[in-house]
């Protein structure tokens, strides 16, 4: 309900809080590079600190736009007996339809969700369309090359997301 919609937004900034010492951290380091994040991770002022030090935003988002749900979802959930809270009603979903807003680029994984954001005002320009997969014989091929190797190889599925720290094998 309303609590858990206000919880998982909370959660979300805190997330996006805790990144901003990624930020600077990896630009000291680093110099430039480009902040990647999830649509709901970016709250907590993560990408405008990132926009405010020149760093480029990718922002991902993999659903059609809040909007575009709750135009076309919420009638059905009322006929079926279902609170609708999906749409721009709910506190999460408005910090995910803002981190898309505040974006340099936005990557989504469908033609459809990008033509949901065109519907909503957003540029076609500022949007790339990467559909998402794995070769169909990549756990044959993972299989394949461990095959005989005393230590497991990275892969980079599994990496975590901190930029500073080499991943653990």
């Known amino acids: ?26 630009l000291k380091v680093y110099g430039n590079f480009v902040l990647h994040v999830r649509s709901g991770a970016g709250h907590g002022d993560a990408i405008r600190m990132a926009k405010k030090l020149r760093v480029p935003v990718v922002v991902d988002h993999s659903i059609a736009h809040p909007k575009y749900m709750e135009n076309h979802l919420r009638s059905e959930y009322q006929k079926n007996g279902r609170r609708f809270d999906i749409g721009t009603s709910s506190s999460f979903w408005r910090l995910v339809a803002e981190d898309c807003e505040w974006a340099d680029v936005l ?34 091929l993972r299989e394949k090359k461990t095959k005989g190797l005393k230590k497991r190889p990275f892969f980079p599925c599994e990496m975590r997301c901190n930029p500073i720290h080499q991943p653990r094998t």
């Open 1 to 26: 309900g309303r609590f858990h919609d206000r919880v998982a937004a909370f959660a979300w900034s805190v997330f996006g809080l805790q990144s901003r010492r990624f930020i600077k951290k990896t």
């Open 107 to 140: 990557l989504v994984n469908s033609y459809f969700v990008r033509d949901t954001f065109i519907e909503q005002g957003f540029s076609a320009d500022k949007i790339r369309v990467a559909y998402l997969g794995v070769r169909a014989d990549f756990f044959g």
